[in-house]
Structures are given as C-alpha cells and as structure tokens.
C-alpha cells in the first residue's frame, strides 16, 4: 500500500498562492473590499479612491469633518480591517 500524505485544499491553495506570490496581493484586495463594512455605509458613501503602499492604507475622503474623526480612530479601523482579512496586512491609514 501506498503511505500517502494527505493535505487540506486549504494548505494546498495557501502554499500555492505563497509560492507564486499572490498571497500578498490577495489579501490587499481584500482589505480593501473590507472598507466598506467596516467603516460603514455613511462613510463609504464619502470614500474616494483606496489602495495599500508600503503597509499603508491611503483613503481619500471627501468630506473634510468626517476626515478628521477617522483620522481619531485610526488605530481601531487598523485591527478592525487586519482582523477581517485574518492576517496583518496594514500597519497605517493615511486618511487625505
């Protein structure tokens, strides 16, 4: 008989993507996509364009009060958006 080693698809896929360097990417994507729920609907409403540079989370804004009360709760919205990815993506929002 054959010994066999089994593996989960999820190992399998999370290997996979590690090995062609499409974790990062893809956990980037989700965080963003992730913005929306956790900041909620009033302030997506407001949101401009997102994208992630060097571990940073860059948001534009459009309403100039609302700017700054995120920019006050910067930190909470960082665990919040890493713990809806599952992995530590983001270590900064810049809010502009």
Do not use: C
């Not at 698809?9 to 980037?28: A, C, K, M, N, V």
């Not at 913005?35 to 992630?52: M, P």
């Not at 989370?57 to 309403?63: A, C, G, P």
């Amino acid at each position: 008989m054959f010994k066999r080693k089994v593996q989960s698809i999820d190992d399998l896929l999370s290997h996979f993507l590690r090995q062609q360097g499409l974790e990062t990417p893809l956990l980037q994507r989700r965080l963003i996509d992730a913005w929306d729920d956790v900041a909620g609907q009033t302030v997506a409403r407001y949101t401009g364009e997102k994208f992630i540079k060097n571990q940073t989370l860059f948001v534009k804004i459009s309403n100039p009060a609302l700017r700054s009360d995120l920019s006050m709760i910067r930190t909470q919205l960082i665990k919040r958006l890493n713990e809806a990815v599952g992995s530590i993506v983001i270590f900064n929002i810049k809010i502009y």
